[in-house]
T-cell receptor, first 110, second 115 residues
Framework: AQRVTQPEKLLSVFKGAPVELKCNYS??????LFWYVQYSRQRLQLLLR??SRESIKGFTADLNKGETSFHLKKPFAQEEDSAMYYC????????????FGKGTRLHILP | KAGVTQTPRYLIKTRGQQVTLSCSPI?????VSWYQQTPGQGLQFLFE???????NKGNFPGRFSGRQFSNSRSEMNVSTLELGDSALYLC??????????????FGPGTRLLVL
């Protein structure tokens, strides 16, 4: 069964410190993985997806199939990074639906 | 391009009533998905429509239903409302020829309060 686990509900990090938001998944095939972000009073929006291998707003995420993880990282946190972050997974089959983790609230301390 | 729009933005209903929410996707997007967002459960997938057909369904009771029109606009309906249905209902559209593999573009949501 598909499952996405974000073990931290809340993560507080000082400005300038490194950030790592954890995401572990369960899927038997080749997953498609995403990070979505929701800033205060804004819509949920895509931050990045693993297939594009982009760095968005300084964030990167590497798919580790051995550890079934897709952790989101940024070397130096900024106050504007404070938001709710959701990891999401979709399968490789045409009819696979997208599954979201329960989210991690990132709070950047000044 | 205009983004995904949802109407109404806020709604207050009482237990036992029914409600219909509407979603207009981004022009050219043929897939519309619906999610329920609550503080306790996070984002839970309700269903997805593609070309007027339900392509996927989450684990929600039959009181939750939806449909999609030929112009890709979608509606979801909840009958016999319960207090636990209070939530933010999000709609997302995508190009999605394949179901979950495309970027989802979210609307602002409809906040439903059931009294």
């Amino acid at each position: 069964a598909q499952r996405v686990t974000q073990p931290e509900k809340l993560l507080s990090v000082f400005k300038g410190a490194p950030v790592e938001l954890k995401c572990n998944y369960s899927y038997s095939g080749s997953p498609e993985l995403f990070w979505y972000v929701q800033y205060s009073r804004q819509r949920l929006q895509l931050l990045l997806r693993h297939i594009s291998r982009e760095s968005i707003k300084g964030f990167t995420a590497d798919l580790n199939k051995g550890e079934t993880s897709f952790h989101l990282k940024k070397p130096f946190a900024q106050e504007e990074d404070s938001a709710m972050y959701y990891c999401a997974l979709s399968g490789e089959h045409r009819d696979d639906k997208i599954i979201f983790g329960k989210g991690t609230r990132l709070h950047i301390l000044p | 391009k205009a983004g995904v729009t949802q109407t109404p933005r806020y709604l207050i209903k009482t237990r036992g009533q029914q409600v219909t929410l509407s979603c207009s996707p981004i022009s050219g997007h043929r897939s519309v998905s619906w999610y329920q967002q609550t503080p306790g459960q996070g984002l839970q997938f309700l269903f997805e429509y593609f070309s007027e057909t339900q392509r996927n369904k989450g684990n929600f009771p039959g009181r939750f239903s939806g449909r999609q029109f030929s112009n890709s606009r979608s509606e979801m309906n909840v009958s016999t409302l319960e207090l636990g249905d209070s939530a933010l209902y999000l709609c997302a559209s995508s190009l999605a020829v394949t179901s979950g593999q495309e970027t989802q573009y979210f609307g602002p949501g409809t906040r439903l309060l059931v009294l």
